[in-house]
């Protein structure tokens, strides 16, 4: 497990609220693309909780789903993968968090990487969400359940025409390989429910401190928001876990535990 994931669990010691505060930094402006999913939606509340100025992107079908929200957010109605659309959105943003999601059979998710990358002003804090299946140097280890699972909804999916795993896995290479400060963020599986506060997080699945792969949706839109503003987290694909998941308190635990590793 990597050390960082050992900073977090400083962080970690923060409430939600705190944590906002001392993270923000000097971003002030923040585009959310894929603002009226569950993630996004999440996003924008935490990044309007912590006094950022927020501007979303969504599907036009999709932008009653924020109407509660729109008297405090700037909403620019689009396909995600619309460079037009993008390039509106992100305009003057210091970050921007776009939620990859590969729909249909047409590369969605690489167009709105490539979009996001293309069109954000320069020096912008760029995060990016995705799962653990995405690996940056090819160092996790994922359990023969885990690869088995990925490689069955994978063909599902593209069977149904319905999503195109693998138009992910590019999208990520692309930002991975781009000239700008980008953070890729890997959820593990998700679940509903109040706030754990910030997850912890390893460079590698495969860590024992994710063996719980477990996180709340709420806490994943939390990491994303407060990774804009953290540094130490630029050209990092953070694979992250609920605080409070049994590995993470058993990784606490351990007396190792703040001594860095590869
Ligand atoms: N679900 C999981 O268990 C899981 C696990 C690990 C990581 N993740 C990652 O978490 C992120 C969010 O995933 P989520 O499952 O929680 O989804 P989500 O937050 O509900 O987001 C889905 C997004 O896709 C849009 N969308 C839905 N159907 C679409 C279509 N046909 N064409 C274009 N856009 C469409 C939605 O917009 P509308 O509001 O317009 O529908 C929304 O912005 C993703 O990056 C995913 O890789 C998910």
């Known amino acids: 497990m990597h050390g960082n994931s050992n900073s977090n669990s400083n962080s970690n010691s923060n409430d939600a609220t705190s944590t906002h505060g001392d993270l923000r930094g000097a971003v002030r402006r923040l585009c959310v693309v894929g603002a009226s999913g569950k993630l996004g939606r999440y996003m924008v509340e935490h990044a309007l909780d912590a006094g950022y100025e927020v501007v979303g992107v969504c599907r036009e079908k999709s932008v009653h ?48 990487a490539d979009a996001v990358i293309e069109h954000a002003d320069a020096g912008a804090r760029l995060v990016f969400s995705c799962g653990w299946h995405i690996s940056k140097d090819g160092k996790d280890r994922y359990s023969r359940r885990f690869l088995a699972g990925v490689w069955v909804a994978a063909r599902l999916a593209r069977l149904a025409r319905v999503v195109d795993i693998d138009d992910q896995v590019r999208a990520c290479r692309r ?6 400060r ?13 706030s754990e506060g910030l997850p912890v997080w390893s460079r590698h699945v495969g860590d024992p401190v994710l063996a719980s792969n477990l996180v709340r949706r709420t806490d ?17 694909a953070p694979a992250i876990v609920g605080r409070r998941s049994v590995s993470a308190r058993a990784h606490a635990a351990t007396p190792t535990a703040g001594s860095p590793s590869a």
């Open 65 to 112: 789903k924020l109407a509660d929200l729109a008297d405090r957010i700037t909403i620019h109605p689009g396909q995600t993968d619309d460079p037009t659309v993008i390039a509106r959105a992100v305009a003057g943003c210091d970050a921007v968090l776009t939620v990859l999601v590969p729909w249909g059979v047409h590369d969605y998710a690489s167009g709105t």
């Open 175 to 180: 930002v991975f390989t781009s000239d700008t």
């Open 182 to 194: 980008w953070t890729v963020v890997r959820g593990s599986d998700l679940e509903e429910g109040e």
């Open 220 to 236: 994943f839109a939390l990491f994303m928001v407060a990774a804009a503003s953290d540094d130490s987290l630029v050209h990092e």
